[in-house]
């Protein structure tokens, strides 16, 4: 079955440039999404369609797509920022089926 | 504003069945596909399958196909996800979500599989 692939962690100090990787075989056909969930509360898009950012997201968030890996990176983390993150996509079979990366705890202390 | 309002949290004991709710609106509801993400406790999400409710066109995980049974009812713009009989490992926090690609959120539904 598809994969997508994240680290467990990343921690940044506040200010600094938080980068968040995503791999997995179909990126290169298939678009990257980013979500966000804060402890206690449900996933919000942060990221879609590899490099767009929703309405009301901080433009310190962005995305980027290269082969078979996806980016996303918050520039000048900030402590609210800490969250799990999690990559998502769609296999390339056509079927609609999803697959979500295995999320990355991002610490900004 | 879309909304999707999800039913209340729910304790079952093992081998009860159960049938949580996801009621959308502020949007065509029967234009967009609707999807179904389990999260355990202290895990990841998980994508478990998606419905046209304009068609009733479903897809399921492998991981979960034959476990749950998603469906909806177009006439009252509501998607389900039932279990005929649960486990204790189907404790987690179940979410809804509008969409192929999710861009909105239900408040997700809790839960419990306890004797």
């Known amino acids: 079955s598809y994969e997508l692939t994240q680290p467990p962690s990343v921690s940044v100090s506040p200010g600094q440039t938080a980068r968040i990787t995503c791999s997995g075989d179909?990126?290169?056909?298939?678009?990257a999404y980013w979500y966000q969930q804060k402890s206690g509360q449900a996933p919000v898009l942060v990221i879609y369609?590899?490099?767009k950012r929703p309405s009301g997201i901080p433009e310190r968030f962005s995305g980027s797509s290269s082969g078979t890996m996806a980016t996303l990176t918050i520039s000048g983390a900030q402590v609210e920022d800490e969250a799990d993150y999690y990559c998502?996509?769609?296999?390339?079979?056509?079927?609609?089926?999803?697959?979500f990366g295995g999320g990355t705890k991002l610490t900004v202390l | 504003e879309v909304q999707l309002v999800q039913s209340g949290a729910e304790v079952k004991k093992p081998g009860e069945s159960l049938k949580i709710s996801c009621k959308g609106s502020?949007?065509?509801?029967?234009?967009?596909?609707i999807g179904w993400v389990r999260q355990m406790p202290g895990k990841g999400l998980e994508w478990m399958g998606i419905?046209?409710?304009?068609?009733?066109?479903?897809r399921y995980s492998p991981s979960f196909q034959g476990q749950v049974t998603i469906s909806a009812d177009k006439s009252i713009s509501t998607a389900y996800l039932q279990w005929s009989s649960l486990k204790a490992s189907d404790t987690a926090m179940y979410y809804c979500?509008?969409?192929?690609?999710?861009?909105?959120w239900g408040q997700g539904t809790l839960v419990t599989v306890s004797s």
């Open positions: 979500a509008r969409d192929t690609t999710p861009d909105y």
């Open positions: 502020g949007y065509s509801f029967t234009s967009y596909w």
């Open positions: 419905i046209y409710p304009g068609d009733s066109d479903t």
């Open positions: 179909a990126l290169p056909k298939k678009y």
């Open positions: 369609e590899d490099s």
């Open positions: 998502y996509s769609t296999d390339s079979s056509g079927n609609h089926r999803g697959v």
